[in-house]
């Protein structure tokens, strides 16, 4: 029995399915298909975290950022200094403001 997955996995799970005595079928993607399936990664593991709130789930969000970040060569102090600027801009989320509407005024 075949079970279809068609996704981007962590480096070690061909190793791990033949270690259970399963045979990996998969393939070693181009530089732009690597790029794509961790957008598509991101956006898979982020909503299996917001289902249930799982801070393994949360780990791989953190993961797939961090890869995303390397293959776009964008360092983690990069991030770190571009967040620490837009919390001295705009603050943090830490007030927990929700804006339900602007007006303008005359």
Do not use: W
């Not at 181009?30 to 593991?45: R, V």
């Not at 060569?73 to 967040?83: M, P, Q, S």
């Amino acid at each position: 029995m075949n079970k279809i997955y068609n996704k981007l996995v962590r480096d070690r799970i061909p190793e791990i399915l033949k270690e259970s005595k399963q045979i990996p079928n998969y393939i070693i993607l181009s530089d732009e298909e690597y790029t794509a399936e961790l957008d598509k990664k991101l956006k898979e593991e982020t909503l299996e975290y917001l289902e249930n709130k799982d801070v393994e789930e949360l780990a791989d969000v953190y993961e797939v950022l961090h890869a995303i970040c390397e293959v776009r060569g964008i360092t983690e102090e990069e991030i770190i200094e571009i967040r620490k600027k837009k919390t001295e801009e705009r603050g943090a989320f830490q007030k927990k403001i929700m804006l339900k509407s602007v007006k303008k005024q005359i």
